[in-house]
T-cell receptor
Framework: EPEVTQTPSHQVTQMGQEVILRCVPI?????FYWYRQILGQKVEFLVS????????KSEIFDDQFSVERPDGSNFTLKIRSTKLEDSAMYFC????????????FGSGTQLSVL | GDSVTQMEGPVTLSEEAFLTINCTYT??????LFWYVQYPGEGLQLLLK?????DKGSNKGFEATYRKETTSFHLEKGSVQVSDSAVYFC???????????FGGGTRVLVKP
């Protein structure tokens, strides 16, 4: 089965630093998502992306966050100035058409902000 | 807003035991309901889904029935295997393609 690939699997950064989390969605997918899970808490929706623009974002996704599909294959999440509370597992997901509700998730990037 | 509540784990079972993971939801209208599974070191995978009341989703021996009257979508398997050890997430979405709202996840450990 095709896979969503996320890199790196673990990322350690200092508070205030910028981080970019990378994802390669499945090649024919059109809708892209970021979710995160803080340790011990629920998986939370961050943002959805379609046709090179954000289609929906949560309250968590403030001005410190941005997403980009720079080259037609990668999908990135940037956190401009990381905070301790950004420490979490970040999951990328993708799907084909809107009527297909199956979401394919990557294995996640564990971000630790020190 | 919408929310999903599922039983906390970990749930520890012996092989061939019966598994139930409770899931209830709060939502307006008629959301679609899902169970996702996360095996160690992997991403979340769709296990099964149901899109309307009384629908039963099933896959790999797991079943869940969409109960509108009790706002529940409990996951069951009659005889678990060691390979079923994973974290199970209940989730809902309000429309096709819309964001998923997840429960907290339930870790299941099946011992031989």
């Amino acid at each position: 089965e095709p896979e969503v690939t996320q890199t790196p699997s673990h990322q350690v950064t200092q508070m205030g630093q910028e981080v970019i989390l990378r994802c390669v969605p499945i090649s024919n997918h059109l809708y892209f998502y970021w979710y995160r899970q803080i340790l011990g808490q629920k998986v939370e929706f961050l943002v959805s992306f379609y046709n090179n623009e954000i289609s929906e974002k949560s309250e968590i996704f403030d001005d410190q966050f941005s997403v980009e599909r720079p080259d037609g294959s990668n999908f990135t999440l940037k956190i401009r100035s990381t905070k301790l509370e950004d420490s979490a597992m970040y999951f990328c997901a993708s799907r084909t058409a809107m009527t297909n509700e199956k979401l394919f998730f990557g294995s996640g990037t564990q971000l630790s902000v020190l | 807003g919408d929310s999903v509540t599922q039983m906390e784990g970990p749930v520890t079972l012996s092989e061939e035991a019966f598994l139930t993971i409770n899931c209830t939801y709060t939502a307006t209208g008629y959301p679609s309901l899902f169970w996702y599974v996360q095996y160690p070191g992997e991403g979340l995978q769709l296990l099964l889904k149901a899109t309307k009341a009384d629908d039963k989703g099933s896959n790999k021996g797991f079943e869940a029935t969409y109960r509108k009257e009790t706002t529940s979508f409990h996951l069951e398997k009659g005889s678990v295997q060691v390979s079923d050890s994973a974290v199970y997430f209940c989730a809902l979405s309000q429309a096709a393609g819309n964001k998923l709202t997840f429960g907290g996840g339930t870790r299941v450990l099946v011992k031989p």
